[in-house]
């Protein structure tokens, strides 16, 4: 298990761009897949992008790619993800997460460690 705490939500007109990080614990950080997804209102949580612990391979829901980017910097224990060109539809609770490094990791199963949560809203 790894304690993780999101950060970098908030507040942005659409077409704006968001930084979420997401900061590990633990010494083992780039053994895990790190996946982000999120939760829109009266929505179930959904799939955003996951990325393998040597950050060569990445994976990304099909709404956001081209517009978002995951990274990480296994140094600093911490993942990220990048939201460029946001739209209204992009407004939820941002989650990261940590699994097992099993590919793809799409499914929320293949996780054992989330965050709290961040809320990103976005407005037209």
């Known amino acids: 298990q790894v304690q993780l705490v999101e950060s970098g939500g908030g507040l942005v007109q659409a077409g704006d761009s968001l930084r979420l990080s997401c900061a590990a614990s633990g010494r083992t950080f780039s053994w895990f897949v790190m996946g982000w997804f999120r939760r829109a209102p009266g929505k179930e949580r959904e799939f955003v992008a996951a990325i393998r612990g040597s950050a060569r391979t990445t994976d990304y829901a099909y709404s956001v790619k081209g517009r978002f980017t995951i990274s990480r910097d296994n140094a600093k224990n911490t993942a990220y993800l990048q939201m460029n060109s946001l739209k209204p539809e992009d407004s939820a609770v941002y989650y990261c997460?940590?699994?097992?490094?099993?590919?793809?990791?799409?499914?929320?199963?293949?996780?054992?460690?989330w965050g709290q949560g961040t809320q990103v809203t976005v407005s037209s």
């Open positions: 997460a940590a699994g097992t490094p099993i590919w793809p990791a799409t499914r929320e199963e293949r996780y054992q460690s």
